[in-house]
């Protein structure tokens, strides 16, 4: 007797999980379908191996503008071809009862249009970071998920990510004093011959080069290290025209976020330096110091006090794992969302403002437009 391999799972005699596990495919029977759109660097190297450790989150469907890669990643992960689609016939995940999540992981330009398009399918998103490459887009997205009355959720690992949760925490508790200073260094370097990096490159299809890749972990990170938005950012721009990679995006970009708390986030980004992803909270007695602190793997917190240095044990997760998990605790009404699509909104009106001012020789750009984030990703529970 064959087996049936449903996409829910395995119904039948003779293949259990630990088969399944064998070729790389651990999913729960009954889990939260997730369809994967775009099969680039982050989707083949983190999302899709990611999904052997989820608990609730499934792999379920593939989009691709190649078949050949898609049908070949499908057959490695058991999905049947009707699981693999194309941009053109997208919309025919309507019909498909096995996706109930489109995770959105194309070049920055195509987010809104196949974020709105999944919307209207009638499937809940999981959108990656920026959400979109303009303000406007990114006010579309959050209206067409009110219309389809569906979850859209933006893919800020760091705000699931138990070092980051931890740094917060502290912050939060008092223990370091009252917070004065956070400094983000969110920087690396790129390549124009990379396809990966060419459209990074590219204002139109990013929104911002480096920060909208790389600083736009330092614009959030202030904000939630903080539990605070900025008032009034003030940036400024070295950028090499002569340099073919910055024809249309700036280069090394640093801002000064003032808070009304009296505290203050110094921010920077660039496509030409050494791979840094660090922050540091300074406050009245501690500081608190993550270098690296966004990697996806091997960073480490300290806390500091005068000349003693302290390492704070944290344990590491596969975060793209607990991000989809929590997505689909989200969507079975298990878990608050932490990250919505204002959160990502909010992210692209900071970095339009401070690309604002750099085009305006610093000048301060106000951002006190009483925006309050919904849920403290310190205090969320899944
Ligand atoms: P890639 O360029 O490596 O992959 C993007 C994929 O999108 C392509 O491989 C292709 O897949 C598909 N695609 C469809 N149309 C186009 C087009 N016109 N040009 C290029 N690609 C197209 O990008 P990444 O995987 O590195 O990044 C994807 C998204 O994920 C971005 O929004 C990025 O900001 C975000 N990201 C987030 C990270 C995080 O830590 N949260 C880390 C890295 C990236 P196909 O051939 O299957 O159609």
Redesign the pocket.
């Known amino acids: 007797m064959k087996d049936r391999i449903s996409r829910r799972g395995v119904i039948g005699l003779g293949v259990g999980a630990a088969a399944l596990s064998a070729v790389g495919r651990t999913q729960p029977s009954g889990g939260v379908g997730f369809a994967v759109v ?6 083949q190297g ?1 999302i899709i191996p990611g999904f052997a450790n989820c608990r609730n989150a499934r792999l379920a469907a593939l ?4 078949p050949e ?2 049908n070949r990643i499908a057959a490695e992960h058991r999905l049947p071809s009707s699981a693999v689609y194309n ?1 053109d016939n997208f919309d025919r995940i309507a019909a498909d009862p096995e996706i109930d999540v489109v995770y959105i ?4 330009f ?2 809104a249009e196949y974020t709105i398009r999944a919307l209207k399918a009638g499937k809940h998103v999981l959108c ?3 959400m979109a490459t303009t303000v406007s887009d990114a006010e579309a997205m959050i209206a067409a998920a009110k219309v389809a009355n569906r979850k859209l959720m933006i ?3 760091c705000h699931y990510e138990p070092l980051n949760l931890e740094a917060m925490r502290r912050v939060r508790s008092g223990s370091l004093g009252k917070p004065r200073l956070v400094i983000t260094k969110m920087v690396r370097q790129s390549d124009l011959s990379d ?2 990096d060419a ?2 490159l590219d204002m139109h ?1 990013s929104g911002g080069g480096a920060l ?2 790389m600083g736009i972990y330092g614009v959030s990170g202030a904000r939630y290290l903080l539990d605070e938005e900025p008032v009034e950012v003030r940036a400024t721009a070295r950028t090499n025209r002569n340099d073919p990679r910055f024809k249309t995006v700036e280069d090394l970009i640093a801002w000064e976020f003032r808070f009304a708390s009296g505290a203050i986030a110094q921010g920077s980004t660039s496509f030409d330096a050494a791979d840094e992803m660090a922050f540091e909270v300074i406050g009245q007695h501690k500081r608190l110091v993550a270098d690296p602190g966004c990697f ?1 793997n091997g960073n480490h917190l300290y806390q500091w006090q005068g000349g003693s240095r302290a390492e704070i044990a944290v344990h590491e997760i596969d975060q793209f794992a607990r991000e989809m998990d929590w997505m689909a605790d989200v969507v079975r009404g298990r878990a608050p969302l932490v990250s919505p699509g204002e959160e990502g909104l909010q992210d692209m009106r900071l970095m339009h403002a401070i690309l604002e001012s750099v085009g305006r020789d610093g000048a301060a750009v106000s951002t006190n437009w009483g925006y309050r984030r919904a849920v403290d990703p310190a205090m969320a529970v899944a």
Do not use: F
């Not at 775009?38 to 989707?43: N, Q, R």
């Not at 989009?63 to 190649?66: A, D, K, L, N, R």
């Not at 992981?105 to 920055?108: A, E, G, H, Q, S």
């Open positions: 775009g099969l680039g660097k982050l989707a983190q989009v691709s503008g190649h890669k898609a941009y992981v194309l070049p920055n195509l987010h990656e970071k920026p893919a800020y690992r396809p990966s459209w990074r299809q909208a890749d996806y």
